[in-house]
């Protein structure tokens, strides 16, 4: 061998380690193979997102832009079941995640703040599973929730001890509880999909899943990277806006893109929901189909 086959041997050697030692090259990897062709987009609405006035209103557009689940908050759930109940009867759609609602939080201090938690969360997992719902997302503790436990691993601990009590009650109701990480301007406990995750993992209970959020994801260092963290067995629900402002998808076109995210989705082979969480800034007839067939044209990208 010459020099400089020597150097060109070299050069692509060093490449390829690179390559794998990134922590893409490595999640590559490791990810499924699976057909990405298999693997469908299944979109979900928030209560507030489709026009209408009415229940059946909402649902008759949702139906017609071929939306699959409805994502409404649990208090909302719990006041309006049977409505919710009676307009999904002989409907392509299903209630994917319930949006919080509970009363209190899990992490608070005060006792009778945390037992207005305990009692209002088990009633909202009662109705999720009664309807089928895939969980009720859950965020262990605001910035502004205080008295807060501190940010110990003691505190840790406690939170995998409290999760897997409500991870067991939510699996007898058949459904489970789900971890959103958040922003740091709104959450100091949790704010990575990665550390909702190692949770999930400790507290070993098939009821406590966690989920993404690409609004609250800008802090991630990779859309892609943040759903492979979580993978398959812990990704239970995705949150989708747009990352310019938080409303509807492709408002902000610069910065409206969610391909890599879709495409760790892809390998996966996450089957569960991608769920506007967002307001909007215009005409929502217009703006809410643009807003799907951007997703749909970049999940078929991915």
Same mark, same amino acid.
């Given at each position: ?63 017609? !832009? *071929? ?5 409404? %908050?649990?208090?909302?759930? =719990?006041?309006?079941? /049977?409505?919710? #109940? ?79 009590? !409500? *991870? ?5 109701? %058949?459904?489970?509880?789900? =971890?959103?990480?958040? /922003?740091?301007? #709104? ?116």
């Amino acid at each position: 061998m010459d020099r400089r086959d020597f150097f060109k041997t070299s050069l692509l050697g060093a490449g390829a380690v690179a390559a794998a030692s990134s922590p893409l090259g490595l999640l590559s990897g490791c990810a499924p193979k699976a057909k990405k062709s298999d693997v469908k987009l299944h979109l979900s609405f928030q209560h507030g997102t489709p026009p209408g006035e009415s229940l059946a209103e909402k649902f008759d557009y949702m139906e017609k !832009l *071929g939306i699959e689940g409805y994502e409404p %908050g649990g208090k909302y759930l =719990l006041s309006h079941y /049977n409505e919710i #109940e009676q307009n999904l009867r002989g409907r392509d759609i299903k209630v994917s995640a319930i949006c919080a609602g509970f009363d209190g939080f899990i992490l608070a201090e005060d006792p009778a703040v945390k037992a207005a938690f305990d009692s209002s969360m088990r009633e909202i997992i009662d109705a999720a599973g009664q309807i089928g719902s895939v969980g009720v997302i859950m965020v262990p503790a605001f910035n502004g929730q205080k008295p807060c436990l501190p940010h110990t691993m003691e505190t840790r601990d406690y939170l995998v001890a409290q999760l897997r009590e !409500l *991870g067991q009650y939510a699996l007898q109701h %058949g459904t489970t509880v789900i =971890l959103e990480p958040l /922003n740091r301007k #709104e959450a100091f406990y949790l704010r990575q999909v990665a550390d909702a995750a190692a949770i999930c993992r400790d507290v070993q209970c098939e009821g406590v899943k966690c989920m993404g959020d690409f609004w609250h994801m800008k802090e991630e260092t990779s859309d892609y990277a943040a759903f492979m963290a979580a993978g398959w067995g812990y990704l239970r629900h995705v949150h989708i806006a747009s990352k310019g402002d938080r409303t509807m998808p492709g408002e902000f076109p610069d910065t409206d893109t969610y391909v890599q995210g879709f495409r760790a989705l892809k390998e996966i082979h996450y089957e569960h929901f991608v769920s506007f969480e967002c307001g909007c800034g215009g005409d929502r007839e217009v703006l809410v189909p643009a807003a799907v067939q951007l997703l749909r044209d970049q999940w078929a990208e991915a």
